[in-house]
């Protein structure tokens, strides 16, 4: 293989992934209506139901029978199989008292009779996988679609790339029910999204080509409108509010010991963890950097949270401005205490406000440290500097309220393969990430978090 | 302590930093709220004679001021402008201490009768012989009259202000009584 067919292989398999309605390999509905009705015909016949269930889901045979993912059959008939999708967890105790947005372990699709029955069934008999992916080739061999192609078990299971666009379906659903990978989009590790119009929406897509009588059993199991899958560290609006009141609470006692330097680091981790959750900045010990990344009068900030790759500008919201230039205030008021009484604290805040050094320091009794990290006492908390709860939340957050998918991930610094929002060609505009951060705006307004300084609401 | 010890001295601001052991007194000062709305004024340039003189200790290449430091809280700092302060000798650490809590307590026993602030201030205001630019750009506060300055500036609404100059008119005029 040519070095430059080698360098743009990668690129290549992802176009091949895009799969447009006016793809002529695409099955029509007539051809999916003849299918499904083939696939029924028999219902006790195991390697139909199977070739059904590829076609309803998506999946490959390992995903739909595979004994590492959970599955059983509802009173109803209907199926719950779960996918391999795994999100990361966190823990501590400020962190396991805040309220999440996703509240159970299980995240799963639901199967209707027709399709939950031979999976079951295949399940149970611990058939090997190749022979039974080998079965329903056999089954689709000399099977044509509309232009003539070949209907084997991929063209099966691609049908949901080709349709999902139809019923509404996000293709961050359509990876999940199709238990895709992961790691396809890194949304997929922070997003929690409602369980309800998931299947809504895989509801929809079946109705295309099973008949009404097959899916009504299925469309009869509720899922309860609250009942959210995906990541475990996204917190519901109430947790958010618990963790900034731990913050205030702390700091009224600080000022009320007169402890200047508490108030000082808590009201910093107050104002780095309120930005952090405005412009989902991960947590870093050089959180924000220098003042000097702070652009446009504040309204913009560039963020390296992780490596190179990671840069990003994006807007600040405006409570999210208030609250860096009340610090800011803050931090001039504080330097002059130190005018004459601490030359070292002095020129430390002075670095901190001409961007000679970090803008956030904790500071201790004799200094203050290079950066955000090493929080001690009651801070020590994992909440407050390393858990990643904030991106997590605030992604989750804009997408129930319905944002732009592909500019939340510009916005959060995901780059797909093909992705060039700066290319000349793409219709990208700027004006998409301020969208985004009016939509963070009213979510943070919405809350009751104080306005710009941690003692006034 | 012995006074002909005491001497006069201009020091660069830059070359001033407040005694390790009058620190407290002097942050207890800075978190004081104040009857009067603050402004930090310039010193005057041309003004000849400082109205208070920093007390300070040498050290080395500072200056370690132990009390007497109202400039410090008010000013807008030039750092290189010199100060006239009283260089003292060397003073024990406790006495230190003492010292710079005398001299804030010593500042807020002489305040102002709080009922009657704005009333006693706008006499004031009056009674000086400064002209009304000259209030304003000392005070930083510009309004028509030297009432309103004298509102302005602690904060004091039209109906207390009167209120305040009935109250210190018959409480002047009971205080005259009683020592007639």
Not at chain 1, 16 to 40: I, V
Not at chain 1, 160 to 172: G, K, L, W
Not at chain 1, 215 to 238: M, N, R, V
Request: hydrophobic fraction near 35%; charged fraction near 25%.
């Amino acid at each position: 293989m040519s070095g430059r067919k080698q360098k743009y292989q990668g690129k290549h398999q992802k176009r091949n992934q895009k799969r447009p309605q006016s793809s002529p390999y695409r099955l029509t509905r007539s051809t999916l209506s003849e299918l499904s009705s083939f696939l029924l015909s028999d219902p006790d016949d195991l390697t139909r139901g199977l070739a059904l269930a590829k076609l309803a889901t998506g999946r490959n045979m390992r995903s739909l029978v595979d004994a590492s993912l959970d599955f059983e059959i509802l009173s109803t008939g209907v199926g719950k199989l779960s996918n391999s999708w795994r999100y990361g967890v966190a823990s501590s105790p400020i962190f396991d008292e805040a309220s999440k947005l996703v509240t159970k372990d299980d995240n799963y699709i639901l199967l209707p009779p027709c399709v939950a029955k031979p999976t079951a069934q295949a399940r149970s008999q611990s058939i090997p996988i190749d022979i039974l992916e080998s079965r329903v080739a056999r089954l689709l061999a000399g099977k044509r679609g509309p232009s003539g192609q070949l209907i084997t078990p991929n063209a099966l299971q691609r049908v949901i790339d080709f349709e999902f666009t139809t019923v509404n379906m996000t293709r961050f659903e359509r990876d999940f029910i199709a238990d895709r990978k992961m790691n396809d989009n890194m949304q997929n590790f922070y997003a929690a999204f409602s369980a309800k119009t998931l299947h809504k929406h895989h509801t929809d897509f079946m109705a295309l080509f099973l008949p009404e009588d097959e899916i009504e059993a299925y469309k009869q199991t509720s899922i309860p409108d609250d009942t959210l899958f995906g990541s475990k560290k996204a917190l519901s609006s109430h947790g958010v509010e618990y963790v900034f009141s731990q913050l205030q609470s702390a700091l009224r006692n600080a000022l009320i010991k007169e402890d200047r330097i508490a108030a000082h680091n808590i009201y910093t981790a107050y104002v780095v963890n309120l930005l952090q959750f405005a412009t989902m900045h991960r947590p870093a010990p050089d959180v924000f950097r220098t003042i000097g990344a702070f652009l446009d009068d504040f309204n913009q900030v560039e963020i390296v949270d992780k490596s190179d790759s990671s840069a990003r500008l994006v807007p600040v919201c405006q409570r999210a401005r208030q609250v860096i230039l009340h610090y800011i205030d803050y931090l001039k008021c504080y330097q002059e205490r130190f005018r004459f009484t601490n030359t070292n604290n002095y020129q430390a805040i002075d670095d901190m406000l001409s961007g000679r050094s970090n803008l956030f320091r904790i500071q201790t009794a004799s200094t203050f440290l290079p950066n955000f990290d090493h929080l001690r006492g009651y801070l020590s908390d994992a909440v407050f500097r390393s858990i990643n709860w904030h991106r997590h939340t605030m992604a989750s957050l804009l997408i129930q309220s319905d944002v732009d998918r592909d500019v939340l991930a510009a916005f959060m610094g995901h780059r797909q393969a093909l992705d060039s929002p700066t290319k000349s060609s793409s219709t990208f505009r700027y004006q998409q990430l301020l969208d985004i951060s009016e939509r963070v705006d009213h979510i943070m307004e919405a809350l009751a978090l104080p306005k710009s300084s941690l003692m006034s609401k | 302590m012995d006074n002909n010890r005491r001497q006069m001295i201009d020091v660069p601001l830059t070359r001033l930093i407040i005694h390790p052991r009058a620190q407290p007194a002097y942050e207890f000062e800075l978190d004081l709220q104040h009857q009067c709305m603050q402004q930090t004024q310039d010193y005057p340039s041309d003004q000849a004679l400082q109205l208070e003189y920093p007390q300070v200790m040498p050290d080395n290449s500072s200056y370690q001021v132990i009390a007497g430091w109202s400039q410090l809280l008010t000013a807008r700092y030039d750092m290189n402008k010199l100060l006239t302060v009283i260089c003292v000798p060397d003073i024990e650490s406790p006495v230190v201490s003492n010292t710079a809590w005398r001299y804030v307590l010593s500042r807020m026993l002489n305040q102002v009768h709080h009922p009657t602030y704005c009333a006693q201030l706008r006499r004031a205001l009056e009674k000086s012989n400064l002209s009304h630019s000259d209030i304003e750009e000392l005070t930083g506060v510009s309004a028509k009259t030297i009432g309103a300055i004298a509102r302005k500036l602690s904060r004091t609404s039209l109906s207390t202000s009167k209120r305040q100059l009935q109250k210190l008119q018959s409480e002047r005029i009971e205080k005259m009584g009683e020592q007639l």
